[in-house]
């Protein structure tokens, strides 16, 4: 089981005092939970409202973990998060000092592709922060899209590399260094066991682990002449889950927005 408080201003403010609600869920998209205080008390609590409420502390299934996004600085204090005071720029927009852990540490950063900026604006419910993966693949051979939620890859594929971290819904990040594709200089170049037709995709989930599986951000296909993506290194991509294209293909939903770079 994880120990969460899942609202950041929870995070931020609460020190300690006994003016708590704890509460449990295998649901981590439950619309509602009871929460207990501790004179025995019980609160039905709704997501929606949540953290407008006292601090709220959950017990839920544990969730895979990641290093956090941004340094703590030393002597924090008595919260459970403070905020660095490097994050809020004039624009208002939060940058993040990222841990060594993005470029794959030691020996100085490795070369290939990193994800340098992230925003969505999807929550995790009950489950608080994002717990984000970027995976990266290769494709030898052909992709059409036939239809909503459809594709035909023709040829070989494989893993090119999976990068993450944990990040808040609604911030913009835009000093990332997360590494998804070590070595990968040139994405016409990628190939998996044949050399025809090479293709370049980056999938993104969010890891909720336990009892309610993966979410779909949707996927972006990068290369030359491949539809209906077309996506490019260097530019920033909206994500949209449920494998729709951008603009929203049928039920498709906006997930995120990322950019990606060469290092």
């Known amino acids: 089981m994880d120990f969460y408080v899942p609202f950041r201003s929870h995070r931020q403010s609460w020190k ?22 501790l004179d025995g008390s019980v609160k039905t609590l709704y997501l929606t409202s949540a953290e407008q409420g006292p601090p ?19 002597g924090i204090g008595s919260a459970i998060e403070m ?30 592709i990193y994800v340098t900026s992230f925003y969505s604006s999807r929550g ?8 984000i993966q970027f995976r990266s693949i290769g494709f030898s051979g052909s992709i059409n899209f036939l239809g909503p939620s459809t594709w035909n890859y023709s040829g070989s594929y494989c893993s090119k590399g999976i990068g993450g ?35 370049y ?7 909720d682990g336990g009892f309610n599986g993966d979410d779909d951000f949707g996927r972006r296909v990068f ?9 490019t290194i260097g530019t920033f991509q909206a994500y949209y889950d449920k494998e729709g294209f951008p603009g929203g293909y049928w039920d498709a939903e906006y997930s995120a927005t990322v950019k990606t770079e060469y290092r």
């Open 124 to 131: 995790d419910g009950w489950g608080g922060s994002l717990e």
């Open 83 to 112: 905020p660095v005071s490097s994050e809020i720029t004039t624009a208002g927009i939060e940058e993040d000092p990222c841990e060594p852990y993005c470029a794959g540490g030691g020996g100085g950063p490795a070369s290939g």
């Open 223 to 231: 290369t030359s002449g491949a539809m209906p993506y077309g996506a």
């Open 16 to 37: 300690g005092t006994d003016d708590i609600l704890v509460g449990t869920t295998f649901d981590l998209d439950a619309p509602s939970i009871q929460a207990y205080a």
């Open 165 to 199: 971290g944990t990040f808040e819904p609604n911030v913009e990040y835009s000093n990332l260094a997360v590494l998804v594709s070590p070595g990968i200089s040139n994405i016409l170049t990628v190939a998996c066991g044949t050399t025809y037709g090479q293709t």
């Open 56 to 74: 709220l502390i959950i017990l839920h299934p544990a969730e895979p973990k990641f290093p956090l996004t941004a340094r703590q600085p030393l």
């Open 201 to 207: 995709e980056v999938d993104i989930v969010e890891i």
